[in-house]
């Protein structure tokens, strides 16, 4: 259990919905947020699109294509072929507007698919690409997503379960990174607790373009 001693776990209470998540400023988790037979819809209606294997785990691009490559959006819209969002996923854009989660309607939406094993490094998401508030559901397996403080390094792992959305604004946004490490298991109070297939629905406002 060496691995974990570096980490803070935080499991949101479900009786504090909309709560910030201890330790990471601007950071919020809602728990059950999609009930499971939204769920389960909004996964068949994700596999029964085309994946992208262009990373090592598959993802799906809607509204507008993030280049990896280059960081960015595309300032073309005519030129990356992505396709607008699907009424599901539509669906999510305007009830986080109708909850005032976000400002402005997300245009732009990543799929992110992991499997046990598979993660996403560290990092900030596109600050000149994406607007102020970035808003991701859950679905399949839980997993801890780690946020990293910008201020000495520490690790503070929040568990994301199915049906949660996270919300990531001001200094969770901007200033710490956050990531999933790439492993087949997370720490539980009993035990490592085995991943399965988690996927992820990453709702943004697209604010500015490269090339
Ligand atoms: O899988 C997630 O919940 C987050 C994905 C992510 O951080 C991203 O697409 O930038
Ligand atoms: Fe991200």
Known sequence: MAESSEYLFTHPSPGRAGAETGGVPGLRVIPGWLGPGACTALLECIDSAEWSTELRRRVQHYGRRYDYGRRGVAADPAAPAAPPLPGPVRALATRLIDERVMDAEADQAIVNEYLPGQGIGPHVDCVPCFGPVVASVSLGSACDMDFTDPAGGAKIAVRLTPGSLCV????????????????????????????????????????????
């Open 168 to 211: 990531m604004s001001g200094p969770a946004r901007y200033e710490w990174r956050h990531g999933i490490a790439a492993r087949k298991s997370d720490p539980g109070q009993a035990g490592r607790v085995q991943r399965g297939r988690r996927v992820s629905v990453t709702l943004r406002t697209v604010a500015g373009a490269v090339g």
